[in-house]
């Protein structure tokens, strides 16, 4: 079965070029295209596609971090591809934090375009080497300042939400009342949220909460 693929870039040139690499290919399909982050959003969200290829700035129109942290809080089981001509620090974790699963320089051979493509579409994240050693160097930073390593800041809004309702002793049925968000998609958000914290039951997740006082927060 084909990954189904939207691609969202705002130069046309380009929407064709990488939807020529991508039909290439036994396994994947480009169902669609977008020219900025509204469209991204909206086709996405109407044609459910397993992974959204998008640009990162889409000028006039909205840009790609935002359409990444509105697809995810909306259908957090579409995975993103961010691709971008920025090697930067800055950029790299606010791509992350907005929920995407994978980072790539538009600069990058064309092979490794479609690998990450195929690695988000499995679930798993794929960095470009140069942020992944970003990554790193951070990771060695906080380790030899003596900082936390807090797993709670890798959650999204989205994800600290449906935490802390979990906590209150909300079902997901509930919860999905009070976002106005389908129940598959909260158990998608709990799922990640498991996965981010390591933890395995729903009782787990509480005790979690307890000890970051989430149960404080009104």
């Not at 591809?81 to 090697?87: E, I, K, Q, R, Y």
């Not at 490794?112 to 990554?135: C, F």
């Not at 039951?201 to 404080?216: M, N, T």
Request: charged share 30%; aromatic share 6%.
């Amino acid at each position: 079965m084909s990954i189904r693929i939207i691609l969202a870039d705002d130069h046309a040139v380009v929407r064709t070029g990488l939807s020529m690499l991508i039909q290439a290919q036994p396994d994947m399909e480009v169902i669609d295209t977008a020219a900025d982050g509204k469209e991204a959003f909206d086709k996405s969200v109407r044609l459910n596609p397993d992974v959204v290829i998008m640009d990162l700035s889409m000028p006039p129109g909205e840009n790609g971090l935002s359409a990444t942290a509105r697809l995810k809080e909306a259908k957090p089981e579409i995975n993103v591809l961010v691709l971008t001509m920025h090697d930067d620090e800055e950029y790299l974790f606010r791509i992350l934090k907005a929920g995407a699963s994978g980072y790539i320089l538009k600069s990058a051979a064309d092979n490794e375009l479609i690998a990450a493509i195929r690695t988000v579409h499995q679930g798993a994240a794929y960095l470009y080497p140069s942020a992944a050693r970003t990554l790193i160097q951070e990771f060695l930073h906080r380790v030899d300042q003596g900082k936390d390593l807090d797993d709670y800041q890798v959650l999204t809004e989205r994800e600290r939400e449906i935490l802390t309702y979990i906590a209150k002793g909300y079902s997901n049925k509930e919860i999905a009342e009070l976002l106005h968000v389908s129940v598959k998609t909260v158990e998608t958000h709990k799922a990640h949220v498991m996965e981010k914290l390591q933890v395995k039951s729903r009782p787990e997740l509480v005790k979690y909460a307890l000890k970051k006082g989430l149960l404080d927060l009104e």
